[in-house]
């Protein structure tokens, strides 16, 4: 979906940065007041054949393909093919089929082949002027430069012009949404951003009523975003911008089962910086995430390893 995210005004340059559960919420795990310090080594990972900014990616699943966007007014979608034997990322050319003079990005691809991402395209005031932003398409491995059957994914906004889900991240089965309800005044961050779930009832996804009470210990005043989702659907990973400070951190969350609430979240500590938008490996032995760099201001691919 996996997404993560940018701050900037709403609708130039948008935040771009499991399965189903029951209506009983079993009490989440005890608080864990320490860091996660499984993953280590910060490392740099470059894209062979691209030289621009990297943003929300995603690695898909099956280990052969990373998803990504770039920064600015009309961000748009981009592929890179992955070679396990060698450990490397060779460029591959942007996803024609969904980019437009909008923005387009966060890309979250599940194990059906269902492929997600954001758009502006149709959202107010331009367009066909529909509030929804999730869109979803067949996505073809043989040619991935274009995805088919391009939908939108209707019935998951608010309702209201300023409201708006900028952010989505599918299961891995595909029967899941974790997406981001943002509210927007015009202001350069949300001035809400906060977790809900849906869930595919058969017939479309539904907003999950229990959302509040899953991300009950995740949703704070502050602002979330850049969901990740674990193959099991009991990790939980995301970015928290802590609005006083403008400060950004990437932190993981657990819970016991799939009914259950997440737990209290840690951080993850990584190497300073604007850092967001974590996303694992297939192995789930690797965490990506973008981070800015201080010197030349633009955003890079980082990875940490854990056992």
Same mark, same amino acid.
């Given at each position: 979906?996996?997404?993560?995210?940018?701050?900037?005004?709403?609708?130039?340059?948008?935040?771009?940065? $499991?399965?189903? !559960?029951?209506?009983?919420?079993?009490?989440?795990?005890?608080?864990?007041?320490t860091? #996660?310090? $499984?993953?280590?080594?910060?490392? @740099?990972?470059?894209?062979?054949?691209?030289?621009?900014?990297v943003?929300?990616?995603?690695?898909?699943?099956?280990?052969l393909?990373?998803?990504?966007?770039?920064?600015?007014?009309?961000k748009?979608?981009?592929?890179?093919?992955?070679?396990?034997?060698?450990?490397?990322?060779?460029?591959?050319?942007?996803?024609?089929?969904?980019?437009?003079?909008?923005?387009?990005?966060?890309?979250t691809?599940?194990?059906?082949?269902?492929?997600?991402?954001?758009?502006?395209?149709?959202?107010?005031?331009?367009?066909?002027?529909?509030?929804?932003?999730?869109?979803?398409?067949?996505?073809?491995?043989?040619?991935?430069?274009?995805?088919?059957? @391009? $939908?939108?994914?209707?019935?998951?906004?608010?309702?209201?012009?300023?409201?708006?889900?900028?952010?989505?991240?599918?299961?891995?089965?595909g029967?899941?949404?974790?997406?981001?309800?943002?509210?927007?005044?015009?202001?350069?961050?949300?001035?809400?951003?906060?977790?809900?779930?849906?869930?595919?009832?058969?017939?479309?996804?539904?907003?999950?009523?229990?959302?509040?009470?899953?991300? !009950?210990?995740?949703?704070?005043?502050?602002?979330? #975003?850049?969901?990740?989702?674990?193959?099991?659907?009991?990790?939980?990973?995301?970015t928290? @911008?802590?609005?006083?400070?403008?400060?950004?951190?990437?932190?993981?969350?657990?819970?016991?089962?799939?009914?259950?609430?997440?737990?209290?979240?840690?951080?993850?500590? @990584?190497?300073?910086?604007?850092?967001e938008?974590? !996303?694992?490996?297939?192995?789930?032995?690797?965490?990506?995430?973008?981070?800015?760099?201080?010197?030349?201001?633009?955003?890079?691919?980082?990875?940490?390893?854990?056992?």
């Amino acid at each position: 979906m996996k997404t993560e995210i940018c701050l900037v005004l709403l609708l130039t340059s948008l935040f771009l940065g $499991a399965c189903s !559960t029951e209506d009983v919420i079993e009490d989440p795990p005890p608080p864990m007041n320490t860091d #996660y310090t $499984a993953f280590t080594n910060p490392e @740099l990972v470059n894209i062979a054949g691209y030289t621009g900014e990297v943003m929300e990616a995603f690695f898909s699943r099956d280990g052969l393909f990373m998803f990504f966007n770039n920064m600015g007014d009309n961000k748009d979608v981009f592929y890179a093919s992955y070679n396990a034997q060698t450990d490397v990322f060779t460029f591959e050319g942007a996803i024609s089929a969904i980019n437009t003079p909008a923005v387009e990005g966060v890309p979250t691809l599940d194990n059906n082949g269902r492929f997600y991402y954001i758009s502006t395209f149709n959202y107010p005031p331009g367009g066909a002027q529909i509030l929804d932003t999730i869109y979803v398409g067949d996505f073809d491995s043989s040619s991935p430069a274009v995805v088919n059957n @391009l $939908a939108v994914v209707p019935n998951l906004d608010e309702g209201l012009v300023g409201h708006l889900n900028f952010d989505v991240e599918v299961s891995p089965d595909g029967t899941t949404l974790y997406l981001v309800d943002g509210i927007f005044s015009g202001n350069a961050f949300p001035d809400v951003s906060n977790f809900i779930y849906a869930v595919d009832s058969g017939a479309g996804f539904v907003r999950a009523a229990d959302s509040a009470a899953i991300f !009950t210990n995740i949703n704070t005043n502050e602002l979330e #975003y850049a969901a990740c989702i674990s193959q099991n659907g009991l990790e939980f990973f995301f970015t928290r @911008l802590e609005i006083a400070t403008l400060e950004t951190r990437n932190y993981r969350a657990t819970r016991t089962n799939l009914s259950a609430a997440f737990g209290e979240p840690q951080e993850i500590p @990584l190497n300073g910086g604007f850092i967001e938008a974590p !996303t694992l490996s297939p192995d789930e032995k690797q965490l990506y995430y973008h981070r800015r760099n201080p010197t030349t201001n633009l955003f890079e691919l980082y990875r940490v390893t854990r056992p």
